[in-house]
């Protein structure tokens, strides 16, 4: 087997108040779409910026392409993995352009200045996520969807074996959401690792290899997608009940959270079925 892009083992963080994360195992290989699910304040995000060598220091072990985190220098780790935060900043002064430009810092030469290829490869990753209009405006200028468009231009201009990315479609519409998906599954199957964020289980459902379910800071259901959204576990894990099926077009898993409403009807009128 390929040598993992990403193998977590026993990792913990702490905040200074003491919420975090705690014992999480997470190995990710080239080729795979992992998906990190859970309801707000679980510790998803924690988990992305422990991963990308953004907080710290971490208890456990962090191996990215086999080395690990804290022995590489930030430098070296831009060049194995990028990272789309959840919130990017509205406020820096830059254009979409010199963003995505941003992303071939860590591959220029000491303190040389972008070239021509540097350039190009900056425009193509905005092509890439229907971003190339927007070269010249003025980050803070844009909508939040074509600014997160743009962010994920700048970590696909990085051009690293491993992404992470914390929520990247969440401002984005129906037709992005699918485009980038598509995009990061076109990723995986040229060999890249990608671990996202996500609160949209059926965008987990089409597009993720495998989950990962965090709840107070730790993983607490891992497995093969199918296996892992099952009825008992999102209901547990979300606090919330839910309806799985399978869409029998596409053989995806499709999860409908169930509304006070539709509760109410499914008691009066199966109250066997229901819990
Ligand atoms: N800088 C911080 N200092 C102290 N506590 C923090 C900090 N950032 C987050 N937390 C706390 O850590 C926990 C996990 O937060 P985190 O942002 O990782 O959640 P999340 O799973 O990404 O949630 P969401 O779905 O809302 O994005 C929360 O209880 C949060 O309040
Ligand atoms: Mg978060």
New binding site residues.
Partial sequence: MAEPALAARGVGFA???G??VAEVDLEVAPGEVVGLL?????????LIRVLAGVLGPYRGSIRVCGDELSGLTRRELARRLAVVP?ESGAEVPFTALETALLGRHPHLAGLAFESDRDVELARRALARVGAAELAHRPLAELSSGERQRVVVARALAQDTPLLLLD?PTSFLDLRYQVELFDLLRELARGGRAVVA?L?DLNLAAEYCDRVAL?AGGRIVVAGATAEALTYAHLTRVYGTEVYVDVNDLTGALVVTPLSARARERLRREQPAATP
């Fill in positions: 905040y200074r108040d919420h975090g859970g309801p707000n304040g679980a510790g998803k995000s924690t959840q929520e964020v609160h965090v």
